[in-house]
């Protein structure tokens, strides 16, 4: 196997090495840090970056730039939170119309 680790290689990995090193280092300074359920946590927080980063990752491949996507889903957040005050605050009063 050939290592070959050249300025090209490092820049490539990056994200990754960057990534695992502050996986190690959550761990060490918190041993509960690498369990299942953290993990799932971290997904559920992360589920509406991602979907909007996928959404503009399609935009930048095809060689255009959107910046409208972030203040639509901005505007979006606080429309549901006036609409779910509306209806009631909780999802038993009447706050889950807001939700559509």
Do not use: K, Y
Request: aromatic share 10%; hydrophobic share 65%; glycine share 8%.
């Amino acid at each position: 196997m050939n290592l070959n680790f050249n300025r090209e290689t490092v820049i490539r990995w990056a994200p990754l090495l960057v990534l695992l090193t502050l996986v190690i280092l959550f761990t060490a300074i918190n041993p509960a840090f690498l369990t299942q359920r953290n993990f799932a946590r971290i997904a559920i927080a992360a589920a509406p970056a991602v979907m909007v980063a996928i959404g503009v990752t399609f935009i930048i491949i095809m060689g255009s730039i959107d910046l409208s996507m972030e203040g639509a889903v901005s505007l979006t957040a606080v429309l549901f939170c006036i609409a779910f005050l509306h209806f009631g605050g909780t999802l038993a009063a009447g706050g889950w119309v807001a939700i559509p």
